[in-house]
């Protein structure tokens, strides 16, 4: 089956390739497994290196660890198993970490050091910091860990993970990826290599960084379709909210599984609307990471007054990042104002077994991952895997779509599934339609750019349980075959 290059719509780029250098959590069922695993990495690790992880999650886990602290381990055993290497082991969703005590100790992390903005140290009943950090706390630890070495070393470390993130994108029928959040530097990186011809996927970037940064250097970044459409920068993103997975997700609402909580606002309002007005005066997209009903309401009253400020501007086609978990009033909101939720619908079915935990029956079936409410109401909706938070797996995440099945049999209320061809829709036209791009890519027809996947089988009319096992065979970007499978 021929179709239109396969566009990620919301993924992480650089750390994607990054997860293929770290130790993969992904599978790991139980607490003791992943202190195994980094023990086993120090082992063969000089002392003072870092062990670095990613891909657990305590809700997968077959037991629940002890001692704990809201289902979340202490870093004693961790610590014990790995004395002298710094560990830190990022969740799944990338909103919380793991920290052993050397990591803390290297940190300046002590019992005094407060809770940052919109982050969590999370600690036990004597106020010791139990090694989980959530939200914006991680920058606590991860700014030792992110900075280690040399600039040299830093930058060949990030190209390296440039090059892995190209092959996985290729090897699984992504010919455009919107990566949702990257640096100066990093654009700076991305430019040149897609002039060295080292680029071989086109990426539409989102610039992640503050309002004033954004004021001094960012008109500077904009660029759309530089070096033969392979890079365009016209989007800036920021997260209103964290995960729902680490409760971090804003609710309006407590947590059903812990009432004291509503989550948290990680960027504070004020400069969520600096960076609007950034972004409306310059020509950017602005891309919000929203999760919670509260995050996601915050977000459309912003976009919605910095519309009504500037009736001038039209046609901005605003993001929403995720939108997982809406109030019914607000979910005819986006179409009416112009935003697009920009979904991704592996999370629905990966996510289901403690969504029912974190919101309660009610409020799960009112506004969880409520694709056919969305689009009844209007909206586009854009797919994608959020990879490496999932798989970048676009077979997997469009029968996800198309049956929202658990691995358990079950359908996570399937009256919002999408159809088949709506599925198809969201990972091609949909996605070209989020950037900016529906008249470049996103369908086959005479004058647009020749990205093609070719499948094993036709996703449209095989049997449903064929879906996940469809290869890619082809991926061709501009008309060049960058991916064959071999036999």
């Known amino acids: 089956m021929t179709i239109p290059g396969l566009i990620e719509s919301h993924g992480h780029f650089t750390s994607l390739g990054s997860s293929k250098m770290v130790l993969?959590?992904?599978?790991?069922?139980?607490?003791?497994?992943?202190?195994?695993?980094?023990?086993?990495?120090?082992?063969?690790?000089?002392?003072?290196?870092?062990?670095?992880?990613?891909?657990?999650?305590?809700?997968?886990?077959?037991?629940?660890?002890?001692?704990?602290?809201?289902?979340?381990?202490?870093?004693?055993?961790?610590?014990?198993?790995?004395?002298?290497?710094?560990?830190?082991?990022?969740?799944?969703?990338?909103?919380?970490?793991?920290?052993?005590?050397?990591?803390?100790?290297?940190?300046?992390?002590?019992?005094?050091?407060?809770?940052?903005?919109?982050?969590?140290?999370?600690?036990?009943?004597?106020?010791?910091?139990?090694?989980a950090f959530l939200e914006t706390a991680q920058g606590l630890v991860r700014y030792r860990a992110?900075?280690?070495?040399?600039?040299?070393?830093?930058?060949?470390?990030?190209?390296?993970?440039?090059?892995?993130?190209?092959?996985?994108?290729l090897a699984h029928g992504v010919t455009t990826f919107h990566d949702a959040g990257a640096s100066f530097a990093t654009i700076d990186l991305y430019k040149a290599m897609a002039?060295?011809?080292?680029?071989?996927?086109?990426l539409y970037v989102m610039l992640s960084a503050d309002s004033e940064a954004l004021a001094a250097r960012g008109l500077d970044y904009r660029m759309i379709g530089a070096v033969d459409n392979h890079l365009t920068v016209r989007a800036v993103?920021?997260?209103?909210?964290?995960?729902?997975?680490?409760?971090?997700?804003?609710?309006?609402?407590?947590?059903?599984?812990?009432?004291?909580?509503?989550?948290?606002?990680?960027?504070?309002?004020?400069?969520?609307?600096?960076?609007?007005?950034?972004?409306v005066a310059n020509g950017f997209q602005l891309a919000t990471h929203a999760i919670?009903?509260?995050?996601?309401?915050?977000?459309?009253?912003?976009?919605?007054?910095?519309?009504?400020?500037?009736?001038?501007?039209?046609?901005?086609?605003?993001?929403v990042e995720h939108a997982q978990h809406l109030d019914p009033a607000d979910i005819p909101r986006f179409a009416a104002l112009g935003v697009i939720p920009a979904m991704q619908a592996i999370h629905c079915t990966s996510d289901a077994p403690w969504v029912l935990k974190r919101l309660g029956p009610e409020r799960a079936a009112a506004g969880a991952y409520v694709w056919r409410k969305l689009m009844e109401a209007g909206s586009v909706i854009p797919n994608g895997t959020d990879v490496p938070?999932?798989?970048?797996?676009?077979?997997?995440?469009?029968?996800?779509?198309?049956?929202?099945?658990?691995?358990?049999?079950?359908?996570?209320?399937?009256d919002q599934r999408m159809t088949r061809e709506e599925a198809l829709r969201s990972y091609t036209i949909n996605g070209a339609f989020a950037g900016f791009e529906e008249g470049l890519k996103g369908s086959l027809a005479p004058g647009k750019l020749a990205d093609v996947t070719v499948l094993s089988r036709d996703i449209l009319t095989c049997p449903e349980d064929d879906i996940p096992s469809t290869e890619v065979l082809y991926t061709i970007v501009g008309g060049r075959v960058l991916y064959k499978k071999t036999p």
């Not at 290196?49 to 997968?60: A, V």
Request: glycine fraction near 8%; charged fraction near 25%; aromatic fraction near 6%.
């Open 389 to 414: 938070v999932e798989p970048i797996a676009p077979m997997s995440c469009f029968f996800a779509a198309v049956t929202r099945r658990l691995a358990d049999g079950t359908a996570f209320f399937p």
């Open 237 to 279: 993103k920021r997260l209103i909210d964290g995960a729902l997975g680490a409760h971090g997700a804003w609710l309006l609402e407590p947590y059903a599984d812990l009432p004291a909580s509503t989550g948290l606002n990680t960027e504070a309002l004020d400069e969520m609307r600096a960076t609007a007005e950034f972004a």
């Open 146 to 169: 992110a900075h280690d070495g040399s600039p040299e070393e830093a930058r060949a470390r990030l190209r390296k993970q440039i090059e892995l993130a190209s092959r996985e994108c």
């Open 292 to 319: 919670g009903d509260r995050g996601n309401r915050e977000t459309l009253d912003l976009y919605e007054a910095a519309f009504r400020a500037h009736p001038d501007k039209t046609g901005l086609r605003w993001r």
């Open 24 to 131: 993969d959590l992904t599978k790991a069922r139980s607490w003791d497994e992943i202190v195994a695993m980094a023990a086993q990495a120090a082992a063969a690790a000089k002392p003072g290196d870092w062990i670095l992880g990613r891909g657990w999650h305590q809700d997968k886990w077959d037991r629940v660890p002890e001692p704990n602290v809201n289902g979340l381990p202490v870093h004693d055993a961790l610590s014990k198993a790995t004395p002298d290497n710094p560990v830190l082991l990022t969740h799944a969703s990338g909103h919380s970490s793991l920290a052993n005590a050397k990591a803390m100790e290297l940190s300046g992390i002590t019992a005094e050091t407060s809770d940052p903005a919109g982050g969590q140290i999370v600690r036990d009943a004597r106020g010791r910091a139990i090694g």
């Open 195 to 202: 002039e060295e011809g080292a680029l071989p996927v086109r």
